[in-house]
């Protein structure tokens, strides 16, 4: 068991937390929690971390001693967990690789795409969302918030294992791509002529979605075939974007369990 | 201009930040930045404080003369205000007073119910949503988290001022007053018979949300007319609450947008 907050092991583990340059490195990511420890897939566990409290008192419940681990002293585990009250269980998972091909070639693709998303509990709660709505993948220009990033991982609530995603260095060249491969592009946008709910997303379609502040960048909507918006009342502006992003993802599975 | 953190009123709005009871007897909410002060109703304003710099830097352009209030230094702001990076104006509202009638009453009524929802950002962002749907009022059962909590205040992005929003000590009875009025009760529920496209949202309707980790209890969720479900793909088993609620207000505000 380790019980010092020096070793080396522990600080590599704070650096992991902290430093998205040091889990691309890694190609690793961490993840804490039950529900997360249960969902792993057995090929994506690099090392587990039991918290001793943990470990002795759900030892046999959850069959713990069938996975390699090591055990940090509570103090050791709350110094080096992400979360103000630690369950307890620490994974650290290797990154998946997903190409560019495995999202568009996707059976009748319903894509995400996600320019400059800031906040890592909208990315979490968009990857949670779009696994229930049927995505079938997410694309981000490289500008957005680390999707390995605790905050992230925490808020996709398991759909982080499942959802395919890439970061993309040239977004524009990308949705070029997503159009030539017979992908309707769909723009979320305030100044859109159609109501989200006119438009047929029956067929593959992409939805770019923009920034939290300030929507997407000009250039980004503009190589989009259709803006589509979504009707407001009252004096509301503009909706959170994860909450735009699935309105209209729930929209587009309706309309496919319809047809 | 304020320079001590030990003045009475800067120790007041210390005490109105932190503490809910405080808020209810003085009957007074706290919000923060340029938005929010910019929409703020003048006869809701109790108090306006401005930072030193904030006033100096933008008193023409905003026309901050026009408002009663008072300077404090910047050091004493930061001290008082809620946020990481305050935008430098803070001002005490005074709390809106609904009654249950002003929400059953409303034209074509479109209510949202919630029991025991806890997380601040998902209660702001229902009631940003909520507004941009078009919901006529929000009722609380008493423990959801605090509305005037000034995480809450932030995410509504001025909706707070707006969406009519009751605290009711008895969900059951006031669930019953609902029923009595001819307001259809839709639960969402994991186990819903009926997905929550084929439900009819035209008439005057509430949906009951539950909380995050727990979803609606029992109790609550019996009482409802209909229980309906948002199909999921992949392995997800529920939405977060705010985002469940949003698919659900807008597939209402569709179905009456199309009558």
Chains 1, 2 share one sequence.
Not at 86 to 94: A, T
Not at 114 to 142: F, H, K, Y
Not at 224 to 238: F, N, Y
Request: proline share 3%; net charge neutral.
């Amino acid at each position: 068991m380790i019980t010092s907050t020096s070793n080396a092991r522990v600080k590599e583990l704070l650096q992991l937390q902290k430093k998205a340059k040091l889990r691309n490195q890694e190609k690793v990511f961490i993840v804490e929690g039950i529900r997360m420890f249960q969902e792993l897939p057995r090929e994506r566990i690099k090392n587990i971390y039991f918290s001793e409290s943990f470990y002795h008192r759900r030892r046999e419940e959850l069959n713990l001693d069938a996975y390699p681990h090591e055990l940090l002293s509570d103090t050791v585990f709350a110094y080096v967990s992400d979360t103000k009250t630690p369950q307890g269980v620490l994974c650290v998972v290797k990154q998946p690789q997903y190409a560019l091909a495995d999202i568009l070639e996707a059976q009748q693709p319903h894509i995400v795409v996600l320019d400059n998303l800031q906040d890592p509990g909208n990315l979490g709660t968009l990857l949670r969302t779009a696994e229930g709505a049927g995505v079938t993948g997410i694309i981000m220009s490289s500008d957005c918030v680390d999707i390995f990033n605790p905050k992230v991982i925490r808020s996709t609530m398991g759909s982080i294992y499942r959802m395919p995603f890439l970061y993309v260095d040239h977004l524009e060249e990308t949705i070029e791509e997503i159009k030539r491969k017979g992908i309707q592009t769909f723009a979320a946008h305030l100044q859109g002529r159609q109501d989200y709910d006119e438009a047929d997303y029956r067929n593959a379609c992409a939805f770019l979605i923009g920034n939290e502040g300030n929507g997407l960048r000009e250039e980004i909507a503009n190589m989009a075939q259709e803006w589509i918006r979504i009707p407001m009342q009252g004096k509301v502006e503009s909706l959170n974007a994860a909450i735009a992003a699935s309105v209209l993802m729930f929209e587009a599975a309706r309309q496919r369990r319809r047809q």
